[in-house]
């Protein structure tokens, strides 16, 4: 759902920049969806990746193929940016080239499939799945880059990996914890707090560690949308190199 509202939104603004020749502002508003698609889509996989056992337990009746779930939720990281890079592409004027991205990706998925679901059963199709759709994301990556210069993180890239790889080993300790301590009330109330402990903590954590490792900074706020903006400012405080400007914070 956020993938396709991100491109429906992005498409006429990039395709009206680039008929208009105005690549700074091709180069910005591509940036701008590709970020947030990746930044507000992350906690989302979080939760579901990291939580998978916890969240599989509170919907079914056993937490059974927990890790399916999980490598299924951790790929959707890879099909927001490919379809956000897809809008973008289009709105370049380059829908050949996104379409043939697409149409190898699947024929990679097919192939690998074929070759690692008899070896490892439904994990083989779900990385199989996974692959199709980092394929489709990096190449749709390069050629973007060539065409507008655009960096959807650019030097930011070690500071984002920092922050999901800090909450994804604190969010396993809580799950792993909450579990442990809440197993006496029975029923599903362990699984249920577990999830609910693991969101508040994403929801907390994952602004603040943005901007601490200077992921978000001050001078990208005034480009995002006014509600994501009234989100963020309170968290600018953590940002990396000071307080943001008066004007921005």
Known sequence: MLAIALSQSILPVLSAAYASGDRSRV?????????IGIFSGMPLVLLMTVGAHAVNGSLFSTPDASLIVGMLAGGTIFQITMMTSNSILYGLGQQRLAMKHTLVGIFIKLVLSLILTPLFGVYGLVTATALCFMFA???NMMSIRKRAGVRALGDRWTGFAATVLILSAAGGALVYAVLHLAAPLGWKWPYLLATGALGLLICAVYPVLLTAFGVLRADDLESYPARIRRVLRPFLRFARGGRATKGTA
């Open 137 to 139: 994301t990096m190449t």
């Open 27 to 35: 180069e910005k508003q591509a940036t701008l969806a590709l970020r």
